[in-house]
């Protein structure tokens, strides 16, 4: 808490409190043992966000993003966006957001980050139109799949260049 705190009084008025460790640590079996350490989760993630203004936004990011069964604490994060593993899904798991009708922003992942493989403009162009069959456009956040220290410079550029030339596009679109 005292960080993000710490980080909003330097100016910072975007904090990332990475995934509260909702499936690594979730109890195997269904029931008070899995119930309380979810409520424990979300109570501690809450907490850390606490003492931020109204205008800070808040984002969490979730890697392993199977969380079907356990979304009513991620919900309960109040997070103002959320970031999730999602380019090797085919965008089954925001079908979630969608029966849940989760309010606030998505950011899912538009190319995966643990390859070389440099994603072109236009496939990034197609895994935002198949997004946005599931999400409003103005809930969509348009981000990697997950942090990038393990790629190049080189490749992270290329990829970052065509990410955000397939995000003006379709920015272009809808902001008309």
Not at 40 to 56: E, H, Y
Request: proline content about 5%; aromatic content about 10%; some cysteine.
């Amino acid at each position: 808490r005292d960080e993000v705190v710490d980080l909003e009084a330097a100016g910072i008025d975007v904090i990332q409190v990475d995934e509260p460790a909702l499936r690594e640590g979730l109890p195997l079996r269904a029931g008070k043992e899995r119930t309380d350490y979810l409520k424990w989760a979300v109570d501690s993630f809450r907490l850390s966000t606490a003492g931020v203004q109204n205008g800070t936004q808040v984002h969490s990011h979730f890697c392993y993003s199977e969380f079907q069964d356990f979304f009513y604490a991620i919900a309960a994060l109040d997070a103002d966006v959320l970031s999730i593993e999602n380019s090797k899904s085919d965008a089954k798991l925001l079908k979630v957001f969608v029966d849940e009708a989760y309010p606030r922003h998505i950011g899912p992942g538009v190319y995966d980050i643990h390859s070389p493989r440099v994603p072109s403009e236009e496939e990034i162009k197609n895994r935002i139109a198949e997004m946005l069959q599931y999400l409003k456009p103005e809930q969509l956040w348009i981000d990697p799949d997950c942090g990038l220290k393990t790629r190049q410079w080189k490749e992270t550029k290329a990829a970052l260049t065509n990410m955000v030339n397939a995000a003006k596009h379709f920015r272009a679109q809808y902001t008309k």
